[in-house]
């Protein structure tokens, strides 16, 4: 027996007192893993992505608000930093709570969205899974623009699937704006302007004067960012200039179809944006503007995968692959290490995407012919499918979860009464298999994460903080090359110069692309020993390498000096 016609009656709607528990359980269990994690370094130190959108929005905050250069980057987040930042002063405790607010809201939004066309049971089911999913709440806590694009994107599902239908212009505005930003923190979010076109465009007499709303909309947001980027010099650039490395490390000849960064050791974003640029011009042979960079990139790409096809093709598969499977594909910070911290994570950690995939596929059987059902499931897929046209992380995959809750909620609580259980539950059977499939070690996620902290810890000037977490790292995973790398500067920094050597040389048998660095630390380790010809030596086999290493080169000219003066 299927679920009767007047329980989908969107008329209907949430219950008041549903979705204020939804919204208080969404943030209890949010501010619950906040307090947890007070002190602990992954909320103390900002990594990565973290740290460059908190010194941006800083940036902001003092009064630079047009900035200088082409964004690199998706600008909405830093802004929405510097907007906080300006009127509250550095707060990024503020931030989190704001975001948690936000969250919570999220899954206020995908209940009432949910309830469209479902039962008032499916709808409270889907808002409590997204309450209580983990790593929805991990971005939370986190200065880091996944969980800002998470709500947008739960604010989009709700006005697409409650108010397309409404005959007002304002809400293909509406739409559009929304959207807009959205694509002001995901680029790839643009794509849903075919739903959203869908949506909105299914009454013929109405559809021209309803999509025109809906464009101008999308466009009132992001033609200010194209006119000020074409202003200095990036060339009509609506979002960034990104996306074009992006798409070559996402699909070169060298892609695994995880973030790999263009120089081995440098992925930060201001690293990325310097190397892109030095090694197209380098190949190109000509001064580009940023567009003309990220053009250059998208070219070699394609040239790549012409020449590779049969690669091209594995490749999608893994995408594929990693973008169902059950893991959070990490970027600078791995998932497991604020859960190792908080009880919240660890106990919500069992609602992951390797359940939820099989729930919403599952549910998606059992609502497949329902109004707003197909324009949310192709939300879905098409989401998917812009991630597997670039690279898989888990930050980008949330973005397909806010479309996927309405179905495993509805599996929660309709599909197993519905006359499509069957197919229901082989699409819950596959889900499940295509989860949970074994993938190929990439390395301990604790390792990396402890790696890339030493490293910030570096940077700040602590290396006992840094020597500390960098033999962590060494100890879960002694084939890390960066591990080493930074195990041997913290040591050369606290002056254990005999100690360092060892990591030094592991790091460049470990990772070639570190050997000129690693020369460089020895040929400064043999001088401050006392052995200038050994110095020498190694110096020059590393300005060989790398003909501008600003280490090498200045140690180099001291040795020489030294020389000289004797």
Known sequence: MGVRDSELDPGGGLPARAGLGIFFLALVVRLWALTELAGS????????????????????????????????????????????????????????????????LAATWIARGTRSFASPRASVAAGCLAALYAPAIWYDLQIEKTSLATSLSAALFLVMVTRSEQRTPRWPVLAGITLGALTLLRENAAILLLPLAWAFGRERSERARRLAALAAGFALVLLPVALRNRALGGGFLPTASNAGVNFYIGNGAEADGEYRPLVAGRG?????????????????????????????????????????????????????????????????VAFEVFRDESLV?????????????????????????RPHAGVTLASAALVALSIVAFFVVGRFRLGVVPFLLPFAGIALAE??????????????????????????????????????????????????????????????????????????????????????VEPFTAAMRLEPAYEADCLAELGAIRALTGDP??????????????????????????????HRSE
């Open 533 to 562: 010809d050994g110095a020498r030596e190694l110096l020059q086999r590393a300005l060989a390498l790398d003909p501008q290493h600003p280490i090498a080169r200045r140690n180099l000219e001291a040795l020489e000096r030294a």
């Open 268 to 332: 930060h974003p201001d690293h990325e944006r310097e190397d892109a640029h030095r090694i197209a011009e380098d190949l190109s042979g000509r001064a580009l503007s940023p567009g003309a960079v990220s053009w250059f990139w998208f070219t070699l790409a394609l040239g790549e995968i012409r020449d590779e096809p049969g690669h091209f093709a594995l490749l999608l598969l893994q995408k594929l692959r990693l973008l169902a499977h059950a893991d959070e594909i990490m970027d600078a």
């Open 41 to 104: 370094p992954w909320n103390d130190v900002l990594l990565g992505d973290a740290r460059h959108f908190d010194e941006w929005g800083q940036r902001i905050a003092a009064g630079d608000w047009r900035g200088g250069e082409v964004f690199y980057q998706a600008p909405l987040y830093p802004y929405f930093l510097g907007c906080v930042y300006a009127l509250f002063g550095h707060a990024t405790r503020l931030v989190r709570v704001l975001q948690c607010c936000l969250g919570a």
């Open 345 to 369: 994570l660890r106990v919500l950690a069992l609602l992951s995407f390797g359940v939820l995939l099989p729930l919403a596929l599952a549910g998606a059987a059992a609502a497949w012919g």
């Open 415 to 500: 599909a197993w009464s519905s006359a499509r259980r069957i197919p229901a539950l082989g699409l819950l059977a596959l889900g499940a298999l295509l989860a949970f499939c074994p993938l190929p070690s990439s390395g301990d996620p604790r390792s990396t994460s402890y790696a890339n902290l030493a490293s910030e810890l570096l940077r700040r000037d602590d290396a006992e903080g840094a020597e500390r977490w960098a033999r962590e790292a060494r100890a879960r995973d002694p084939g890390s090359a960066e591990a080493a790398f930074n195990l041997g500067a913290a040591l050369r920094r606290r002056e254990k110069l005999a100690e360092a």
